[in-house]
């Protein structure tokens, strides 16, 4: 039977050199192995990177050309991009099993040892060498660059302890304490944050990049290394904590550029797939797709802000975190006002901020304005962006003559000084009751959004009341237990009272 062929029941049977040669095996390069199954995949039209949202016009075919050109690979992004998802994820491309010789230290091929010790088993066992199975699984190493990582720790050093055990000298190769890359010899070697590395490290690695050997404390050991490298960076490492050394990036054959998801359909379905929510929040909490997109929005301002750093990204865990602390905002009022059920609202979204401000490097103008009132910056700028997808254009209705104005009632109704607060605790039937107070906003939902059904109006109620806000029709001034609308000229001109409760912002 053609080796190929054996499924992996029958592999792992196999238990001497002289049976695995009888099954027809043939070594093969990591790299060759990677291309084959990849080529088998596109062939069998089978997905080869699932559950990466947006790559799939522009990173994962260039993923796709480097395997095939078996090539080294630099995955270059901002952070939160996928990058070392997508080094993991390789493991799939390769053989469930290959065989090596049992107790050996580098994996070595049972046809091509590179190790005195197992050069040594198979000259002396010779078709009974021992042969034992490694998993895909265990074939890929990961390692995040720091400046203390040392050239010991990557290659090797003479290891003292094994030369006083084995009683050997210090000539002896069997002495080589072996690093993690002559480790993973026959594997995939990704080492994340590649411009870390003090460049003297960096330089270790260009013999192993190109010639394929290593060098250890002047041993004359020659060890022609398989390995499929993947390096990750980030741009503003070129400039700001170190740099790719360029004899090195000469070595690495494919650079590959990541980018954000580019619609917010893209990242909602990132962000579904990466948060972790619990079985009890997805039965306690209704959603709608207005919320998920008010979330992908907060990171699509801040890519775009003048206070927070483009060359540091928005990371995508920015919305996963914001949609995780969404959920338990609402699973927590439910819990409070014991509930069984309860319906999404904007107040809860905008208690994310925890969820915003650690995720976001700022400018000197940011940190002037603080990450709070920037987060709130950022929700607003979602909101105003959302809102006229929902409903007209209030700066156009404003001037509109014949009285076509529809939210003229709602803002005349805190012209005369009606004020609303919504608080973050409050209960399915007080909310109800504080939007239902203000003239012409159910209205307004109902015209505008006449299919929808009883909850969600509900939720575009106080939605079109924060639209306003951000419109600068009406006043929003954040209260430690929530939020106050009220009339914009009030909004502006009251000033707190000695000994009152302040309010904190006006946002």
């Not at 270059?76 to 991009?81: A, D, K, N, P, W």
């Not at 290394?225 to 390096?231: E, G, N, T, W, Y």
């Not at 803002?411 to 009606?418: N, R, Y």
């Given at each position: 039977m053609y080796y190929r062929e054996i499924s992996s029941e029958n592999l792992l049977k196999i238990k001497t050199l002289g049976q695995l040669k009888a099954a027809g095996y043939e070594p093969q390069s990591v790299k060759q192995e990677l291309r084959n199954n990849l080529i088998g995949r596109l062939k069998r039209k089978q997905e080869v990177f699932p559950g990466i949202w947006g790559y799939e016009e522009t990173v994962i075919p260039d993923m796709q050309r480097a395997i095939l050109s078996m090539h080294h690979i630099n995955l270059?992004?901002?952070?939160?991009?996928a990058k070392t998802r997508i080094a993991r994820m390789m493991v799939e491309l390769l053989d469930e099993y290959i065989p090596v010789v049992k107790g050996s230290e580098l994996n070595d091929d049972p046809l091509q040892p590179l190790s005195r010790f197992a050069k040594d088993?198979?000259?002396e066992h010779a078709d009974d060498t021992p042969i034992a199975w490694l998993h895909r699984d265990e074939r890929y190493t990961e390692k995040l660059a720091t400046p203390d990582v040392s050239v010991a720790d990557l290659i090797g050093d003479a290891d003292p302890i094994k030369a006083a055990t084995m009683k050997l000298p210090y000539s002896d190769e069997r002495v080589i304490h072996f690093g993690l890359i002559p480790r993973s010899h026959r594997g995939i070697f990704v080492i994340n944050?590649?411009?870390d590395l003090q460049a003297r490290i960096q330089v270790a690695l260009f013999n192993i990049l190109q010639e394929g050997d290593i060098q250890i404390r002047g041993f004359k050991v020659r060890l022609p290394?398989?390995?499929?490298?993947?390096?990750t960076a980030n741009p503003e490492d070129y400039t700001n904590r170190g740099s790719i050394v360029t004899p090195l990036k000469d070595r690495i054959d494919s650079q590959i550029i990541t980018h954000y998801p580019k619609s917010i359909e893209v990242g909602k379905k990132i962000t579904r797939q990466e948060a972790h929510i619990k079985t009890e929040q997805e039965q306690l909490v209704q959603l709608n797709d207005l919320i998920?997109?008010?979330i992908e929005q907060v990171a699509f301002e801040a890519r775009e802000s003048e206070y927070v750093d483009a060359k540091s990204g928005v990371s995508a865990r920015l919305t996963i975190s914001a949609f995780e602390n969404l959920l338990s905002a609402a699973e927590r009022r439910a819990l409070l006002n014991g509930e069984t059920s309860t319906y999404i609202r904007v107040s809860d979204f905008m208690n994310t901020i925890p969820a915003v401000t650690g995720k976001v490097e700022l400018v000197y103008e940011g940190e002037q304005e603080g990450a709070g009132h920037v987060a709130q910056v950022l929700m607003g700028k979602a909101i105003r962006s959302q809102f006229l997808k929902y409903f007209p254009d209030p700066d156009k209705a404003k001037k509109a003559k014949n009285g076509t104005n529809p939210y003229k009632k709602i803002?005349?109704?805190?012209?005369?000084?009606?004020k609303l607060d919504v608080l973050n605790d409050a209960s399915n039937a007080d909310y109800t009751k504080a939007m239902q107070s203000v003239p012409g906003l159910a209205e307004l939902v109902e015209k505008h959004q006449p299919k929808k059904d009883t909850k969600e109006?509900?939720?575009l109620m106080e939605f079109a009341l924060h639209g306003l806000a951000e419109h600068s029709q009406i006043s929003k001034n954040r209260l430690s237990t929530g939020l106050q609308f009220k009339d914009l000229l009030s909004g502006m001109f009251t000033m707190p009272t000695f000994g009152e409760e302040e309010e904190d912002d006006s946002f």
């Open positions: 270059l992004g901002l952070r939160g991009q088993q198979v000259q944050e590649i411009p290394l398989d390995i499929q490298f993947v390096f998920s997109d008010l803002v005349e109704w805190f012209g005369d000084g009606h109006k509900l939720f």
